[in-house]
């Protein structure tokens, strides 16, 4: 059976936006590189029900997002809504209020877009998040993530404040603050992942190579720590920045990737997911691992590296969490996202 993925990234030396490749899950293959759609800096893309592609991008009137609508072979473009500044880092749909999410990064801003009845967007809401943090990184705020709780509120995560903020979304697109949850300092809050049982959130720290395993509460809308543990071997002093975090549907395993180590983390979850144990590394074969996914079935795992060009695969073995490699040197330029079909 083939799988389609789909990838978007920079745009900086080669790439020319977003790009698809097929997997071949018998033949445990990555082939067929097709460009998508062409846009500039895509790093971050996903797709509504309807099949309308959005992405973060860039143009002459500065950064923001870009929307398309896509057959599952190539993409129309429907438009931009940018502004002066860098593009958005992160972008996420909400099916039932028909709103996207962006994060800006440089900005430390979060953008609320309605979805009109063509799949275009219409900006509704931005909101300027302030402070800092005790690192050089973290001068100002820089949102790195805005995407639904499971009770249909929207967190971000400011790795330049270490803080996870909740809101509650009003009425066509309006953001009210609920509550912020104030990580360890200098952790750099990147992104953040829910258990299955939604009663548990996995936040990832950038700038100390960490989780914080969080204890979730949906009639408040507040997070409190339960453990912290490091993404790293113990002895290891090199450089390092964690990115993605992806737990499987069975709450069973939890992955994070390191950038500087190049290395996927594996850990066991407990089974009500409020403790994670570390069952080990995996050299990904490539140099910047900027994100990582399963696919469909979760039986793979597909790596991409952002500053080696290459795309690895591993098999993952559901039952113990293990990951064995079976391709490393499958060609896709300044990947920094990767979203099965």
């Given at each position: 059976m083939k799988e389609k993925i789909l990838l978007g990234g920079y745009t900086k030396r080669v790439s020319k936006g977003v790009y698809s490749v097929l997997l071949d899950t018998k033949a445990a293959e990555?082939?067929?590189?097709?460009?998508?759609?062409?846009?500039?800096?895509?790093?971050?893309?996903?797709?509504?029900?309807?099949?309308?592609?959005?992405?973060?991008?860039?143009?002459?009137?500065?950064?923001?997002?870009?929307?398309?609508?896509?057959?599952?072979?190539?993409?129309?473009?429907?438009?931009?809504?940018?502004?002066?500044?860098?593009?958005?880092?992160?972008?996420?749909?909400d099916e039932a209020r028909q709103l996207v999410y962006?994060?800006?990064?440089?900005?430390?801003?979060?953008?609320?877009?309605?979805?009109?009845?063509?799949?275009?967007?219409r900006l509704t809401d931005t909101v300027k998040h302030t402070g800092s943090g005790p690192r050089p990184e973290q001068a100002s705020s820089h949102v790195h993530y805005s995407d639904l709780t499971p009770d249909g509120r929207l967190v971000t995560c400011d790795l330049g404040t270490d803080e996870v903020t909740v809101y509650d979304v009003i009425g066509e697109g309006k953001l009210n603050i609920a509550t912020i949850y104030r990580a360890e300092k200098g952790m750099g809050a990147r992104h953040i992942t829910f258990h299955p049982n939604g009663k548990i959130a996995y936040l990832v720290g950038e700038l100390n190579s960490t989780i914080?395993?969080?204890?979730?509460?949906?009639?408040?809308?507040?997070?409190?720590?339960?453990?912290?543990?490091?993404t790293l071997p113990e002895g290891y002093h090199g450089a390092n920045g964690v990115a993605a975090i992806r737990i499987s549907s069975d709450g069973k395993f939890l992955y994070t990737s390191n950038r500087g180590h190049d290395s996927l983390t594996t850990y066991k979850v407990s089974p009500l997911g409020t403790k994670l144990e570390t069952i080990g590394w995996t050299n990904t074969e490539g140099h910047i691992p900027r994100d990582f996914n399963f696919n469909k079935t979760e039986d793979y795992i597909i790596v991409a590296h952002q500053e080696s060009d290459n795309l690895s695969l591993f098999l993952r073995d559901k039952k113990t969490g293990t990951l064995?490699?079976?391709?490393?040197?499958?060609?896709?330029?300044?990947?920094?996202?990767?979203?099965?079909?």
């Open positions: 990555l082939s067929s590189l097709n460009e998508v759609a062409a846009i500039q800096n895509p790093t971050y893309i996903t797709l509504d029900e309807k099949g309308h592609l959005y992405t973060c991008a860039a143009d002459s009137n500065g950064g923001g997002i870009a929307a398309f609508d896509f057959d599952g072979e190539t993409a129309t473009h429907l438009g931009n809504v940018t502004t002066t500044g860098a593009p958005l880092c992160y972008v996420a749909v962006g994060a800006n990064y440089h900005l430390g801003e979060v953008r609320v877009y309605k979805i009109q009845a063509n799949g275009s967007l914080e395993v969080l204890s979730y509460n949906e009639e408040k809308g507040r997070f409190a720590r339960l453990q912290t543990i490091s064995t490699l079976e391709q490393k040197d499958f060609y896709a330029p300044e990947i920094t996202c990767v979203l099965p079909l």
